[in-house]
Nanobody, 115 residues
């Protein structure tokens, strides 16, 4: 069984920064990629950024130039550094792990950007 535990969400002012973390535990084999998606009220879930087992990254358009994804292989943890946050970044952020055995999602962490 695989568990994803997210942390780091919260309330931040526009222009501020947050760092999200997602720690994976359990039977983790043949990982394809791990990363973040987000879903705002009334909108579909969208890609924020993912990092592959080869350490290549892919970002959604809204994240390019502002967000950076990284990973610590020893800890099976992925990080999302979010800078220059905007009110439209407000959403629930979900960690996602895709392996040969299937897809796994975290419970989500709320990020609110507001003054």
């Amino acid at each position: 069984q695989v568990q994803l535990v997210e942390s780091g969400g919260g309330l931040v002012q526009p222009g501020g920064s947050l760092r999200l973390s997602c720690a994976a535990s359990g039977s983790i084999f043949n990982m394809y990629f791990m990363g973040w998606y987000r879903q705002a009220p009334g909108k579909e879930r969208e890609l924020v950024g993912v990092i592959t087992s080869a350490n290549t990254t892919n970002y959604g358009d809204s994240a390019k130039g502002r967000f950076t994804i990284s990973r610590d292989n020893a800890k099976n943890t992925v990080y999302l550094q979010m800078n220059s946050l905007k009110p439209e970044d407000t959403a629930v952020y979900y960690c996602h792990l895709k392996m040969l055995l299937g897809d796994y999602w975290g419970q989500g962490t709320q990020v609110t950007v507001s003054s």
